[in-house]
């Protein structure tokens, strides 16, 4: 309830201010496990993804960002749940993986951090990993305009247009597994993005 009514009125807040549009929205999947996998150039990326679908999201967030009690307890209030950005956070992957073994929602940058340039960068294999191991399906997305609303190191927003481009779900073998496997996963869903990009209209 909560995380709805927050979406809701932020993303109202957004179509004002950062004229925020959709495209593709109706390509999200109404049930089913699910990854989201949006490029990453700006913290307000994880909001953006949340307005893009239909859906309620769960993401991973820095653990520094819950030292904080009262911004840490809202976080958690939005499904965010704590990531070590130091290594293989192995109990925030499981969690990711146990909730979309229920069918849940999973947003994930497949670059694993923000894009210092705009361009879209290497991604990891940790989104492999998760599809693989759950049979999530995955859904690229690609946000466009929240780098020159909030650049890195910007301390307030600039009311740039923001559109978000939301591709056609990935389906994804249960049954390989393997480190290549896991990559070869990653580097289809940057693809997919690089081609939203390419065809944004």
Known sequence: MVYFISRNIL??????FFRLRIVGFENCPKNGPLIIAP???SFLD????GFAVPRELNFMARNDLFRNRI???????VNAFPLKREGADV??????????????AVLI??????????SLGTPRAGIGFLAASSGANILPCYIKGSRESLPKGAMFPRFKKITVYVGKPLKIDKNSSGKEYYMQIAKDTMAEINFLKNNEN
């Not at 994880?46 to 993804?49: G, K, R, S, T, V």
């Not at 911004?71 to 209030?77: A, P, V």
């Not at 109990?91 to 069918?103: E, P, S, T, V």
């Open 46 to 49: 994880p909001l953006i993804a």
């Open 39 to 41: 490029n990453h150039t």
């Open 91 to 104: 109990g925030a992957m499981r969690l990711a993986i146990d909730k979309l073994c229920m069918g849940k």
């Open 11 to 16: 993303k109202a807040l957004f179509k004002i």
């Open 71 to 77: 911004f840490g307890n809202i976080l958690k209030l």
């Open 109 to 118: 940058f497949p670059e694993g951090t923000r894009s210092k340039d705009g």
